[in-house]
């Protein structure tokens, strides 16, 4: 199953949440495909494969550190 994590971060801490998000521990269960970088309401993207939600939920918290301050999970329909 595939997913897309937005993710938001503090103001003046964007690079900081760069690299936490570059150097994502990894987590069982779940892959990650591609990392983007956007200007507008979302500061970034995280596109992974998952195995179970459990799985999807751990790793969405391990995002939520130094600066990305909010997510949003969209889960894939397949």
Do not use: W
Request: aromatic share 10%; charged share 25%; with cysteine.
């Amino acid at each position: 199953m595939k997913a897309t994590i937005l993710l938001k971060t503090n103001p003046g801490v964007q690079e900081k949440a760069y690299s936490v998000v570059k150097d994502i521990p990894s987590v069982r269960g779940v892959k990650t495909l591609d990392i983007c970088h956007y200007f507008g309401q979302f500061d970034g993207s995280v596109v992974c494969e998952y195995e179970d939600l459990k799985a999807l939920n751990e790793f969405t918290e391990q995002l939520r550190k130094e600066g990305v301050f909010y997510t949003e999970t969209l889960i894939a329909i397949e």
